[in-house]
């Protein structure tokens, strides 16, 4: 933390984050830190108090001098989805969103909380990754997350709390024992520690071990996916996995897919969809085109195989509108389609003398292109030969002037609006640094 610009406190108001936070202040308050302290609440609204734990974060950090800031997230979880998951994931966006290059947000998660993460991922049938627990460190939007208090338990936070007479919300839905880590915190663990009094100690030194076997694993899964990797880090090349073993097939696709879900804010994979990836879409027939999809609203994913290619992505929405185009100026398109200009061309272009209105309209199906010294061909099969992914045939721009097609995209120009004048020619750019969907754009001439 000692090159941060910028120290964030995910300060819920708690005991831990309470005591995070004064640790975090006292040290700055003795010069052991250069960088700024803020702290960031995230209100979830999910019961009744939960503007007056606001207000007490606000006045807390006021009284410390600290900058403070809420982001308001109601939480509603979707089929599938548990609540605690659903608010889970919400904090994350937020936090990933509110970090910059230098910043470090600081969580206040402890030993007892590490150990039971293992227990519940044990539960549900975690490998080495999943057992090894929370890790101390990660990547985090712009920053880095730090879990600085992993090596602490809970009875030393609540001792140095009350030792300084610090005051912190009392959340008492951490006692509704139908939550199940709650259930695990309150009953199973206590149980086996009375049982096993060094229970914490062992399950943290296997918690240990296993991250050292799902380091290795990482390591292989890297070597692995530099021979399968192509220009488009959401694509993967079919043919150097099928060599692999099934093991080493899900531990590379398991590394692949969690690396962009985390840099997304998507929903990691389940075991399921691996299996199914390895079973089914690996050794599909080539000009099958199966598709998987897991997650739900904004961490939606969906995951196609196309021409020698694994593709994920974010859902496509349904449906897209025709847009009017006043050419003098940028067009904005919905997300994640981008936006669209023209530019000055040296060569052959667009007839700019022409085209000042234009109208943006997708395929509805049966359009024709005539393309200059070619016969007419139907768009489909122009984008089919192109390489175009089948889905994304249907959000490709298509670019009129009136009913005649002018232009598909920055992929062709129809015969009769090109031009050869240097001071008439242009260009249709085409920037959409979201679509992470299979376009890779200027395919044809």
């Known amino acids: 933390m000692r090159q941060a610009s910028r120290i964030v406190v995910a300060f819920s108001g708690g005991v831990d984050s309470t005591v995070l936070l004064h640790l975090l202040h006292a040290a700055r308050q003795q010069n052991l830190l250069i960088a700024t302290l803020h702290a960031l609440h995230v209100n979830h609204a999910m019961q009744a108090p939960a503007d007056q734990w606001e207000q007490h974060c606000r006045e807390l950090c006021r009284g410390l001098d600290v900058p403070f800031r809420a982001v308001r997230t109601p ?54 990754r999943g057992l090894a627990g929370m890790p101390r460190s990660r990547s985090c939007g712009g920053g880095l997350l730090l879990r600085p208090l992993l090596g602490a338990s809970r009875a030393e936070l609540l001792d140095y709390a009350r030792s300084r007479e610090l005051a912190w919300i009392e959340d008492g839905s951490n006692e509704d024992q139908r939550f199940d880590r709650n259930f695990l915190r309150g009953t199973v663990l206590p149980l086996l520690s009375g049982r096993w009094p060094g229970l914490t100690d062992t399950v943290m030194r296997s918690s240990r071990l296993s991250g050292e076997a799902a380091q290795l694993l990482d390591e292989l899964a890297g070597i692995d996916l530099g021979a399968a990797a192509c220009v488009n ?105 981008g936006t669209l200009e023209l530019q000055g061309s040296a060569g052959k272009g667009l007839a700019r003398d022409r085209i000042a209105q234009l109208q943006v309209r997708f395929r509805s199906g049966g359009e024709l292109v005539k393309i200059a010294g070619r016969p007419t061909r139907p768009l489909k099969k122009i984008l089919q030969e192109a390489g175009l992914p089948p889905w994304l045939r249907d959000y490709i721009p298509l670019l009129y002037a009136g009913d005649e097609l002018v232009a598909v995209a920055d992929l062709l120009i129809c015969d009769g609006w090109l031009s050869s004048s240097p001071e008439n020619t242009c260009r249709v750019v085409w920037r959409h640094p979201d679509l992470d969907c299979g376009y890779e754009g200027h395919l044809l001439i």
């Open 233 to 337: 880090p959401h694509q993967l090349c079919i043919d150097t996995l099928l060599p692999l073993s099934e093991a080493r097939q899900r531990n590379l696709l398991r590394f692949w897919l969690q690396g962009l879900c985390a840099a997304k804010c998507w929903s990691a994979p389940p075991h399921q969809v691996l299996q199914r990836l390895v079973t089914e879409v690996l050794p599909a027939a080539p000009d099958a085109e199966p598709l998987l999809t897991w997650g739900s609203g904004s961490s939606a994913v969906e995951l196609r195989r196309h021409r020698n290619r694994l593709h994920v992505f974010a859902p496509l929405p349904a449906g897209m509108e025709s847009v009017p185009w006043d050419t003098a100026s940028g067009l904005a398109l919905p997300q994640p389609f």
């Open 75 to 128: 939480v509603i979880a979707t089929a599938g989805e548990s609540l605690e998951e659903t608010a889970r994931n919400a904090r994350h966006r937020v936090f990933a969103s509110s970090l910059e290059a230098g910043d470090v947000l600081v969580l206040a998660q402890h030993g007892n909380d590490q150990v039971e993460t293992v227990f519940f991922r044990l539960l549900r049938g975690s490998g080495a």
